[in-house]
């Protein structure tokens, strides 16, 4: 996530102990500039800002995927900075343009592909209605090695999985919550807002999932459920909210998260995030 003071300022600084826990717990790989980073509502030098310094806070300790997006022009610069950094990836952001042509976004990836200069490139597919050929015809750009599937339809990734090479990654992109149904039809791994605040469940159910039990991986889900109900609450505006609720309840406030984005939390969703993070047996640092 990407921390704020009290002047709306961006503080990189305060990630350094979210990162050591996620580094420590052994969280696979990060993200700087992802949608729980608050990608979409950062200026341009802001983005370019939290990638340089997340960078030398991560310190190659693990892989780090520069997330990058909106215009195309932005897009590549952003992935020229996240190489610069000494980012091990770029994944792109769904293109928010409203007049989005397949082949047009073919173009847009071609082109992010070629300022990244090597870097491999990590698909972030958030609408499927694209279709199945159009995914398959961004997998085969050279650079692009996975695909973040961040969409609830089991079905259309499983197509989109047959209808690519078998060497293309594919991540469930929709949190803990969602990934034993899309393991089930071939992806592995998933991103988590949670790692943010309790690194050591999100790599406890990722073991479970890769050892095949599902009641394990179920129950540990289980245990971490109310974190992802509230962060669905008001059309997904309390995504980034949560995080930060429960970061600021542990003892690291990382400060607000900004409109259009639900804040502060409601009293019942404070409540349900206060419960949870006690029950965990999570407490103030």
């Not at 709306?8 to 600084?13: A, L, V, Y």
Request: aromatic residues 4%; glycine residues 10%; hydrophobic residues 45%.
């Amino acid at each position: 996530m990407t921390p704020f003071d009290g002047n709306d300022n961006i503080r990189p600084d305060l990630l350094a102990p979210i990162i050591d826990g996620a580094i420590v717990a052994g969280v696979h790989v990060l993200v700087s500039n992802g949608n729980t980073g608050e990608f979409s509502g950062l200026t341009m030098d802001e983005a370019l800002e939290m990638v340089r310094k997340t960078a030398e806070l991560v310190d190659r300790r693990a892989p780090l995927i520069g997330g990058v997006g909106r215009s195309v022009r932005e897009a590549c610069q952003l992935a020229r900075t996240s190489k610069e950094s000494g980012c091990d990836a770029i994944m792109v952001h769904q293109a928010p343009d409203p007049f989005v042509a397949p082949r047009g976004l073919k173009d847009y990836v071609s082109r992010i592909a070629d300022a990244a200069d090597g870097l491999p490139l990590v698909l972030y597919i958030r609408n499927d209605a694209m279709g199945t050929n159009a995914i398959a015809e961004l997998c085969a750009i050279p650079s692009v090695i996975g695909v973040k599937w961040a969409t609830p339809n089991p079905q259309k990734l499983a197509e989109a999985m047959r209808a690519c090479d078998p060497s293309i990654m594919w991540v469930g992109g929709l949190a803990e919550t969602w990934a034993p149904a899309l393991y089930a039809v071939g992806a592995r791994g998933f991103t988590s807002g949670l790692i943010n605040v309790w690194p050591q469940r999100s790599v406890e159910i990722h073991h479970a999932l890769e050892q095949q039990d599902y009641s394990k991986a179920r129950e540990l889900i289980e245990g971490m459920r109310a974190f992802e109900e509230v962060r669905a609450e008001e059309m997904g505006g309390a995504n980034v909210s949560g995080v930060k609720a429960a970061l600021k309840l542990l003892g690291n406030d990382c400060g607000h998260a900004r409109p259009p984005a639900a804040w502060p939390l409601t009293r019942n969703q404070s409540e349900k995030i206060a419960s949870l993070l006690s029950s965990a047996g999570l407490h103030p640092a």
